[in-house]
């Protein structure tokens, strides 16, 4: 079903893109315009993260994070930067942002004791004591598309392009006391009460999306929104956003609500992660 969705939007963005080429002659030599921006985005963040096949003899878990606060968990705050090039009804933007986020409230839901293709679970929610997980993420975007509908107080564009998602973690973990069960071969495996461990992935997919704006009134409010979704591998993706913002003759300044999702096979650190929060931003025309 969800091939069945991404297949039938990908075709519609496409028509989108590509139907208004025969119109390319009659616009006009506009001059470039641009936009840079920079946001502060506070997401929680909540999923699950598996981290591989357990030595022979050992475990490895897996491991829920659900964090319930957001601007007291950043080590560093979310560094976020946005840049806008128009011409004409043709676009391109690229999006960087770069999140620490230390000390996430987590859980390890269960232990794999068998370093085989069978892996064998033992749930351990009800053992854990102190379970805190650290996340270092760059999120890079970088799409093109084209302006399919332009008014004086609406314009929409259709985009395409793809994603970047660079993450490295790390947990510790202290339970109530050591996980033993039977591993591959119906040998004695054991999963230890405290320790830690650390994963990392780089993730690439495909995207498409669109942009759109809206004026409200005859001032300076307006609301924007942005969604897209994606693949690649063993892997969907998708990301919205929503807000308000005042224009100045300078630029805007805006307040959104992010939300990003990511979505992998089982045998991936990323078995499903969410970050989403709110954003405030200031963008510069020129």
């Known amino acids: ?17 590509f139907a208004p080429l025969h119109a390319l002659a009659q616009e006009s030599d506009d001059d470039w315009k641009f936009s840079i921006g920079t946001y502060l985005w506070f997401p929680s963040v909540n999923g699950e993260l598996n981290y591989g096949s357990p030595p022979l003899g050992g475990g490895s878990p897996s491991v829920s994070i659900d964090s319930g606060s957001t601007l007291g968990d950043f080590d560093f705050a979310s560094l976020s930067l946005t840049g806008l ?12 942002i770069y999140l620490d986020m230390s000390d996430e409230v987590s859980t390890v839901s269960s232990v794999d004791l068998n370093p085989g293709s069978g892996p064998i679970n033992i749930a351990t929610a009800d053992l854990n004591a102190d379970t805190k997980s650290s996340l270092t993420s760059w ?21 395409g392009g793809f994603r970047y998602f660079g993450l490295d973690t790390e947990t510790k973990w202290n339970l109530k006391g050591t996980v033993t069960g039977t591993g591959s071969g119906g040998n004695t495996a054991t999963f230890s009460k405290s320790g830690k461990v650390k994963g990392s992935d780089d993730i690439w997919t495909g995207i498409i999306g669109a942009r759109g704006h809206y004026q409200l009134g005859n001032g300076g409010w307006f609301t924007n929104f942005y969604a897209d979704i994606g693949s690649g591998s063993s892997t969907f993706t998708w990301q919205g956003l929503a807000g308000v913002g005042y224009a100045f003759h300078w630029g805007n300044v805006l307040l959104d609500y992010r939300y990003l999702y990511y979505d992998q096979d089982d045998d991936e650190l990323v078995d499903d992660l969410s970050f989403g929060g709110l954003a405030l931003g200031v963008n510069f025309q020129f």
């Open 139 to 159: 999120v890079w975007t970088l799409a093109g598309g084209y302006t399919v509908v332009q008014k004086p107080k609406f314009n929409l564009d259709a985009i």
């Open 1 to 17: 079903m969800t091939e069945r969705i991404v297949s039938t939007t990908i075709l519609m963005v496409g028509l989108a893109l």
């Open 85 to 96: 090039a128009r011409k004409g009804r043709w676009v391109i933007g690229t999006d960087v």
